[in-house]
């Protein structure tokens, strides 16, 4: 199914959207130039143009991706208040990027680190888990989460109930409307200390 961007139309950023697609199809190694040429419908000298080649748009969509969950880092509501507050802000709004950039986030989860661009993506990947192990460790040695949490495992289940979203989950469907705050509820009513 071809974009057909057109010339007038031709961008960056509408060549990335159709660029993610095409490798979540595809896979990125499985996607040649000229595959992303005939799905955006423009000629591969007009995307060489723009960008050096496959790994250049690989790193502009994962980038995009670990951008916007490293903002939420630096969002007030994670940077202030009890340790739990701050933890549980991170979790509703990693869901809420994950919705809001699904495509994007769904290529970063599907990393392998084949390339120099996949190495850096989950060494970003890895930090960002390691700041959130952080806030949990926090919120345990304030009593607010159970004293029998290991962070580091809470850390990687949270982010494994989060990020299986992007495997059943489709923009439109009924019954997640308020899909971050169920997120919430189900994981801080097990990790919460009584």
Known sequence: MAENLTRASYTVESLLAVTVRVFNERGYDGTSMEDLSRAAGISKSSIYHHVRGKEELLRLAVGRALDALFAILEEPAAVRGRPVDRLEHVVRR??????????YVTLL??????????????ERRRDFDHRVAELVQQAVDAGELRADVEPRLATRLLFGMINSVVEWYRPGQRGVEDLPEAVVRLAFGGLRAR
């Open 109 to 122: 989860l599907r990393v392998r680190g084949n390339t120099v661009t996949e190495q850096w993506a989950l």
């Open 94 to 103: 990693t869901a809420e990027v994950l919705l809001a950039e699904l495509p």
